[in-house]
């Protein structure tokens, strides 16, 4: 029992302590305005349809980082922000992100998101989808109601980015001939897009000058293109508990992430016809995830995808370096370093 | 030869000369503005990502009345508006209401609108969620390209109404016990506030006086109501070639639209079961929609469908008499009364 909790430790440890820590000074610095979220999305989900709240409810209260709206929150912040608009800003973008992942949920038929039956399992795909309407409109009427022009435009662009991103993602899906250029236009526009519309309409509430937005809308962007590259490897190489989903999901789905990517791109003529049925032809059985994950090994599958991702956070603190420096910045700093180490 | 073709004139005369009449007049008034609303949609559905013109255009150019634009066009240049921002207006409007009919097609899984297939059966039901969902983020880009935070207000709280609607209506189908109330507030909700939202964005932009903004939304409303009354009588009581939608569709999905509210309602005890079975239980068979008719046409269901939208017709009408008097007021007054009396 004590080896037990002292080896449960060490992994824990081992795990992810940089990050869940860089992500715990985040929450701490920005814990009024989270505060302030969370009333706006319990307000935004009221509804005489009961459903409404219930289903909604179930996502937003699943437990997610609230990574997006820290982001927003620090942002404005760390130009010394005093308002409260930035509160209703960062309730849209978890709003987005949240009707998101329902309509997601329902494209891939999910059953499982962080650990939890998915709503469209629980409720109905019919009804994900509608109340993921719903959530998409009181995103827009939050944003409307924080009265600034350019960042309407910021927030309203990226939407349309990540749903042309999701059907970019949908027709590379189980095609093995899809390429790192590919694989990168689907996360700059289903990940990187909301992240830099979270900093950006961040700094832009705070009334930042033309080219700290422009270095803010950098580094949420170049922080969620590293975020979901560690979290492509992490679904191939990661701890089942830390993820909140199953390790291979995205291998199960047929998903050309960076590492199947880069692992089918390498793999020896003998071994494309493995590939073509268990992507192509989705004809996966037991034991097919393990000889993946040995390819993905050999072909430094996995360590590539990593240095990829280590790229794209150099980009994200060069971007911050021309924002003014102070306990906010220090923070994001913090995130994008320890968000590339997170697992390994 | 002869005979046939006069029989059909005869027919086509019966049907619905009126309102296409009226349609067609507010069309010919608004031709400018809506060539530049089709000009705005087009450009809007442009993306890299070759399904999305696809399958977008399919829906698009499926040859709806576009009478939601008009209506838009019709309210602004009623208040001698002489700037393009309308345009912007209506075509967003439209585009609401396409990203609307898509998620409902796939919600109901219809395999036709208006006489074509739907997009669903053609790409699929997640192709159709996703590219519903970038329609509807177009929807806000072009509003907020109007640049005028009131008429945001407008336009984002409809659409997170009109999801509601959606939701609602799902919880009442196949309900039996649904009251004429909840009928309404479905109607209220997915249909008459998109309509409002139009005529009255149409009239702010054109900077009207409060009250006429009020009698502008209050038109649209009542309008929308009156003009889904009788969508829905038609779909008991229509020409099928008239609708594009097929005689029954309502029934078959076991909705339950005022006619059929009225018809359980008025049933004898003996004929109860039958409602069961054909609407709770959805085991239908032959003959059943034929049984269902004759049933409301003995306890008038139809008609007095057509007469509460005839209520709501004359509350439009009142509302318009608060408006200037001009041609584009004429031609609204002409479509709301028509609108009553096609295809009876």
């Known amino acids: 029992m004590g080896l037990a909790a002292t080896t449960s430790e060490i992994t824990a440890s081992k795990k992810a302590p940089d990050f869940l820590?860089?992500?715990?000074?985040?929450?701490?610095?920005?814990?009024?305005?989270?505060?302030?979220?969370?009333?706006?999305?319990?307000?935004?989900?009221?509804?005489?349809?009961?459903?409404?709240?219930?289903?909604?409810?179930?996502?937003?209260?699943?437990?997610?980082?609230?990574?997006?709206?820290?982001?927003?929150?620090?942002?404005?912040?760390?130009?010394?922000?005093?308002?409260?608009?930035?509160?209703?800003?960062?309730a849209a973008v978890e709003l987005i992100h949240g009707a998101t992942l329902l309509h997601d949920d329902v494209v891939d038929a999910s059953a499982l998101r962080r650990g939890a039956q998915t709503a469209n399992i629980i409720w109905g795909n019919?009804?994900?989808?509608?109340?993921?309407?719903?959530?998409?409109?009181?995103?827009?009427?939050?944003?409307?109601?924080?009265?600034?022009?350019?960042?309407l435009q910021v927030l309203s662009r990226a939407s349309g980015v990540i749903a042309e991103g999701e059907v970019l993602q949908l027709t590379t899906q189980k095609n093995i001939a899809a390429t790192i250029d590919m694989y990168l236009a689907v996360v700059e526009a289903k990940t990187a897009a909301l992240f830099a519309a979270a900093t950006q309409s961040g700094a832009l509430i705070?009334?930042?000058?033309?080219?700290?937005?422009?270095?803010?809308?950098?580094?949420?962007?170049?922080l969620g293109i590293a975020y979901q590259l560690i979290d492509d490897a992490l679904d191939y190489d990661g701890f089942e508990s830390d993820l909140g989903k199953?390790?291979?999901?995205?291998?199960?789905?047929?998903?050309?992430?960076?590492?199947?990517?880069?692992?089918?791109a390498r793999a020896k003529p003998s071994e494309k016809p493995f590939w073509r049925r268990v992507i192509s032809d989705s004809c996966q059985k037991d034991g097919d995830l393990e000889k993946a994950c040995v390819l993905m090994e050999r072909d430094d599958a996995i360590a590539d995808t990593i240095t990829c991702a280590r790229r794209y956070a150099a980009h994200a603190l060069n971007d911050l370096s021309k924002a003014p420096e102070n306990e906010f910045s220090a923070a994001l700093a913090d995130l994008v370093e320890t968000s590339v180490s997170r697992a390994f």
Chains 1, 2 share one sequence.
Request: proline share 4%.
């Open 126 to 151: 019919k009804e994900s989808v509608l109340v993921g309407d719903f959530i998409f409109s009181r995103a827009f009427e939050l944003m409307v109601a924080a009265k600034d022009l350019r960042v």
């Open 21 to 90: 820590g860089a992500v715990a000074t985040l929450r701490a610095l920005t814990a009024t305005g989270l505060d302030g979220v969370n009333q706006e999305i319990l307000a935004c989900m009221q509804s005489p349809v009961a459903m409404i709240p219930d289903l909604a409810g179930h996502l937003i209260n699943a437990g997610g980082k609230r990574i997006r709206p820290m982001l927003t929150i620090a942002a404005a912040r760390l130009f010394d922000y005093d308002g409260d608009h930035h509160v209703k800003l960062a």
């Open 246 to 264: 199953s390790i291979g999901d995205d291998f199960r789905e047929g998903k050309m992430t960076l590492p199947l990517v880069y692992a089918v």
């Open 206 to 222: 705070a009334g930042c000058t033309p080219a700290e937005e422009d270095a803010l809308r950098g580094y949420g962007r170049n």
